[in-house]
C-alpha cells in the first residue's frame, strides 16, 4: 500500500441508491480511474481487489468525486449484479432481507423461511393473500397492536414471495422511484 486508505462510498448512478463502502488507497483509485471498474484495497487480504473478479458483479464507473479533503471518495457505478457477498444488490439492505437470505439455506425442518421456499411460489402466493385480507379485517376492527403484528405478517411473507421468485426488494424500490416521475 503506497498511500492512507480512503472510505469508498460507492452508489447507483441511476438509482442513487448507496451498494457498499469499499476501501481505496492511491492505486485503487488510479486503477478505478484507468479501468473504469471499481478497484478497492482489501484491508483483510492486503491487496487490491476488483470488484467482481470472482463473483462477475462488476461495478462500471461512471464518476469519481474526492471530498473536499480527499480523505473519502464517492464513486458512482453502473453494476452488473449484486453489490453484497450475500446477494443482496445493497451491502446495506435491511433487517429482515438479510435474515431471509441467511435461513433460506437452512434445514427446512428447522427453518420456517427455507420450508416456505422449498415449498414454492403458489403456497406462498396463498399465504400473501391470506395474510393481506387478516390485515384488512384488524384494521377496521382490531386494535394497533394487532394491525402491526399482521402488517409484520404480510410484510415478511411478501418478502418470503420476492425471494421464492429471485427478486431482490430494491426491484420494488427502483418501480416506485420510477412511479414518482
Known amino acids: 500500500m503506497n498511500s492512507e486508505l480512503r472510505a469508498a462510498i460507492v452508489q447507483d448512478d441511476a438509482s442513487g441508491r448507496v451498494l457498499m463502502l469499499g476501501w481505496m488507497d492511491d492505486e485503487a ?38 471530498d473536499c479533503d480527499e480523505d473519502a471518495v464517492l464513486v458512482k457505478v ?14 446495506f439492505t435491511p433487517w429482515l432481507w438479510r435474515k431471509i437470505l441467511q435461513r433460506e439455506n437452512a434445514n427446512a425442518d428447522e427453518s420456517y423461511v427455507a420450508r416456505s421456499l422449498r415449498d414454492g411460489t403458489a403456497l406462498l402466493a396463498r399465504k400473501v393473500g391470506e395474510e393481506a385480507v387478516e390485515l384488512a379485517v384488524a384494521s377496521l376492527s382490531e386494535t394497533d397492536d ?4 399482521e402488517t409484520a405478517d404480510l ?10 421468485r429471485r427478486l431482490d426488494p430494491a426491484a420494488i424500490e427502483d418501480e416506485l422511484r420510477r412511479r414518482d416521475k
Not at 39 to 56: A, D, I, M, N, P
Not at 78 to 91: F, I, K, V, Y
Open 155 to 164: 410484510w415478511f411473507h411478501m418478502l418470503l414471495l420476492l425471494r421464492s
Open 29 to 66: 483509485l488510479a486503477l478505478t480511474r484507468s479501468t473504469g471498474l471499481a478497484t478497492f484495497y482489501s484491508r483483510s487480504r492486503q491487496h487490491l481487489w476488483v470488484k467482481g473478479e470472482t463473483s462477475g458483479n462488476s461495478m462500471h464507473v461512471s464518476e469519481i468525486i474526492l
Open 146 to 149: 394487532r394491525v402491526v403484528s
Open 78 to 91: 453502473h453494476a452488473d449484479g449484486p453489490a453484497c457477498h450475500d446477494g443482496s444488490t445493497s451491502c
